[in-house]
């Protein structure tokens, strides 16, 4: 009834297969449980509880581990001496650096030309690209479920006098290389599970360690939900404070790789507070993506940018860029500066028409 329901309202399209949306299944630990759940939704036919010891369940989980290391065997053996891989010959899988382009590519023709560029591999093909796409699709059944005790709500409704978001960068691709990383070379399903909850709990106490010092810099303003942070500002901050807190964040590896995003007091909808700052870190992320084009990363993981989002309102308002490094790392140059804020510009256009298509009419310039 609920499927006929949404067909004749229109909220599905023709293509879509609402009755797989939802499918359960039960195991004797909860990773075997969610197994079983995430594989019955290929599972044609009615929508009954499955085991994670039926042996259609298992079947397609083994097929799946067994196509994931012929895919994997065949990119160590192809990519594995351009940096593209890491780990043990015979036993690498794609690096970490290697799984951001990836997460981050629209098609493997993209993905190709991002791999050449920060590899300096120029003869990567667009085939190898699919084959690592398709790797990492291969790995999905694997990825160990998030299990939290209390979901936090955190959000900037009650930033009267402005605020600041903080999303840590590289959590999910540090989450699929540790998969990757699991995996390699195991044949058997049950040790697959295994090994992949095992690759998640190091993965875990490494951004544990990281939102620790985060914490330690910027005091009991910041309140965390899982990788999302925020501040509520107790009075407007200054620009001075803004950039010492980039300064403090950027000296530290630990807490280096955030991307930060403030709003400004005077934003009259609370609602619009929270969404203003969505905003900026998409700008921070438009952004980033531009300048990997233009600027070795080992430049940019130098860097901590804070997307200064002075609007009044959703979707309208100037935006600017602040830059943190660490003291003990080359200063931003001018050249460096103009093509940031060149690249600011773009990833802004880019942004409000992400937005517009969303249904939003956005319409944030820089400041400058």
């Given at each position: 009834?609920?499927?006929?329901?949404?067909?004749?309202?229109?909220?599905?399209?023709?293509?879509?297969?609402?009755?797989?949306?939802?499918?359960?299944?039960?195991?004797?630990?909860?990773?075997?449980?969610?197994?079983?759940?995430?594989?019955?939704?290929?599972?044609?036919?009615?929508?009954?509880?499955?085991?994670?010891?039926?042996?259609?369940?298992?079947?397609?989980?083994?097929?799946?581990?067994?196509?994931?290391?012929?895919?994997?065997?065949?990119?160590?053996?192809?990519?594995?001496?351009?940096?593209?891989?890491?780990?043990?010959s015979g036993n690498r899988v794609p690096s970490l650096k290697a799984f951001e382009l990836i997460r981050k590519?629209?098609?493997?023709?993209?993905?190709?030309?991002?791999?050449?560029?920060?590899?300096?591999?120029?003869?990567?093909?667009?085939?190898?690209?699919?084959?690592?796409?398709?790797?990492?699709?291969?790995?999905?059944?694997?990825?160990?479920?998030?299990?939290?005790?209390?979901?936090?709500?955190?959000?900037?409704?009650?930033?009267?006098?402005?605020?600041?978001?903080?999303?840590?960068?590289?959590?999910?691709?540090?989450?699929?290389?540790?998969?990757?990383?699991?995996?390699?070379?195991?044949?058997?399903?049950?040790?697959?599970?295994?090994?992949?909850?095992?690759?998640?709990?190091?993965?875990?106490?490494?951004?544990?360690?990281?939102?620790?010092?985060?914490?330690?810099?910027i005091g009991e303003i910041a309140k965390c939900s899982g990788d999302d942070c925020v501040g509520v500002a107790?009075?407007?901050?200054?620009?001075?404070?803004?950039?010492?807190?980039?300064?403090?964040?950027?000296?530290?590896?630990?807490?280096?790789?955030?991307?930060?995003?403030?709003?400004?007091?005077?934003?009259?909808?609370?609602?619009?507070?929270?969404?203003?700052?969505?905003?900026?870190?998409?700008?921070?992320?438009?952004?980033?993506?531009?300048?990997?084009?233009?600027?070795?990363?080992?430049?940019?993981?130098?860097?901590?940018?804070?997307?200064?989002?002075?609007?009044?309102?959703?979707?309208?308002?100037?935006?600017?860029?602040?830059?943190?490094?660490?003291?003990?790392?080359?200063?931003?140059?001018?050249?460096?500066?103009?093509?940031?804020?060149?690249?600011?510009?773009?990833?802004?256009?880019?942004?409000?028409?992400?937005?517009?298509?969303?249904?939003?009419?956005?319409?944030?310039?820089?400041?400058?």
């Amino acid at each position: 009834e609920f499927v006929d329901e949404l067909r004749a309202l229109k909220l599905v399209r023709e293509g879509d297969n609402p009755e797989s949306w939802f499918r359960a299944g039960f195991g004797d630990t909860a990773d075997r449980a969610s197994a079983a759940a995430r594989v019955s939704r290929d599972i044609p036919g009615e929508n009954i509880l499955r085991s994670y010891q039926h042996p259609e369940i298992r079947a397609r989980m083994e097929m799946n581990l067994k196509k994931a290391e012929v895919s994997r065997s065949r990119l160590d053996s192809e990519l594995g001496e351009t940096g593209i891989m890491s780990g043990v010959s015979g036993n690498r899988v794609p690096s970490l650096k290697a799984f951001e382009l990836i997460r981050k590519a629209k098609d493997a023709e993209s993905l190709a030309v991002g791999l050449r560029t920060r590899f300096d591999a120029p003869d990567v093909t667009v085939e190898q690209a699919e084959r690592l796409l398709l790797y990492t699709r291969q790995l999905d059944s694997f990825s160990p479920a998030l299990h939290i005790a209390k979901r936090e709500i955190v959000n900037l409704d009650e930033a009267v006098h402005g605020g600041f978001s903080v999303d840590f960068l590289g959590l999910g691709a540090a989450n699929q290389n540790a998969t990757a990383a699991s995996l390699a070379g195991v044949r058997n399903l049950d040790h697959a599970l295994e090994a992949a909850r095992l690759g998640e709990r190091g993965v875990t106490t490494e951004f544990q360690a990281r939102l620790n010092a985060f914490k330690d810099k910027i005091g009991e303003i910041a309140k965390c939900s899982g990788d999302d942070c925020v501040g509520v500002a107790l009075k407007p901050l200054s620009q001075d404070q803004k950039r010492d807190m980039l300064a403090q964040l950027a000296a530290d590896p630990q807490t280096r790789g955030v991307r930060v995003a403030f709003v400004s007091p005077g934003v009259a909808k609370a609602a619009d507070r929270s969404l203003i700052s969505v905003h900026g870190e998409s700008i921070e992320k438009a952004l980033r993506s531009r300048l990997e084009k233009e600027m070795p990363s080992s430049r940019l993981t130098e860097m901590t940018f804070g997307i200064d989002m002075r609007a009044n309102a959703a979707g309208r308002g100037n935006v600017d860029v602040l830059i943190g490094t660490a003291s003990d790392v080359r200063q931003v140059s001018a050249p460096e500066s103009q093509r940031i804020r060149e690249a600011l510009a773009r990833a802004i256009e880019d942004v409000n028409r992400e937005l517009a298509e969303e249904g939003l009419r956005a319409t944030y310039r820089p400041q400058f």
